[in-house]
């Protein structure tokens, strides 16, 4: 703790604990502010963890799929079966607001609802394993946007979560302290400086009182 370098004044004193008043307030809002981001952060993290594990496995079926199909097919013709896709996504791109945190929302619109679109070549002449390829590709496409939209999620709220944590601890171990500790001080010296002068006033009461008899004789 350090005691802040100002005049020990009833009016000091008075702008003191209305800064006192006012960073206990705000110690209580930011702790509280953190709280709920620590809530909202870990229940990302969690739902992170299970989507991130659902889109890799979906992935490495696809990529044995795509294997499979790349060894029975022509090159020539796998190239050719997927240059032109039928299907088309818009992704709409927003912010919400949690926390004073802005964090990414992201929303998928698929120009045909038909499930079929997402093959855009004939089965004449290409392997099942390539439709097995696609179909995981194309199952797994939203939760890779949920998981792109909460892994940034994440980061932004981690970053909140630290600068709230640095202002909670400055308020906690240094800002309070030195305004209890400066408060303390000019109580302390204003109460001693009421005693000096209530001191000195007696005696200079006693001497008038004396002076007074004195004449009086």
Do not use: W
Not at 123 to 129: E, P
């Amino acid at each position: 703790m350090a005691r802040l370098n100002v005049n020990p004044t009833r009016m000091e004193l008075s702008k003191l604990k209305k800064k006192l008043a006012s960073a206990r307030r705000g110690h209580k809002l930011l702790k509280d502010k953190r709280d709920e981001l620590m809530r909202q952060f870990m229940n990302l993290i969690r739902e992170n963890r299970q989507l991130r594990k659902e889109v890799e496995g979906a992935i490495k079926e696809a990529n044995k799929y795509m294997a499979v199909a790349g060894s029975v097919m022509q090159r020539e013709v796998l190239e050719t079966a997927l240059m032109l896709p039928k299907q088309e996504v818009e992704l709409e791109v927003s912010e919400k607001n949690v926390m004073s945190v802005y964090i990414p929302e992201f929303k998928t619109k698929f120009r045909s609802g038909d499930t079929n679109d997402i093959y855009s070549y004939g089965m004449a002449f290409t392997s099942i394993d390539l439709d097995g390829a696609v179909s995981s590709l194309s199952s797994v496409f939203p939760k890779m946007i949920r998981l792109a939209e909460i892994e940034k999620s994440c980061q932004l709220m981690a970053d909140e979560i630290e600068k709230t944590r640095r202002r909670v601890n400055a308020l906690e171990h240094i800002m309070i302290p030195d305004y209890e500790e400066t408060i303390k001080f000019i109580t302390m010296k204003l109460s001693e400086n009421e005693r000096s002068t209530t001191t000195s006033l007696m005696k200079v009461k006693d001497m008038v009182l004396k002076q007074s008899h004195h004449y009086q004789q």
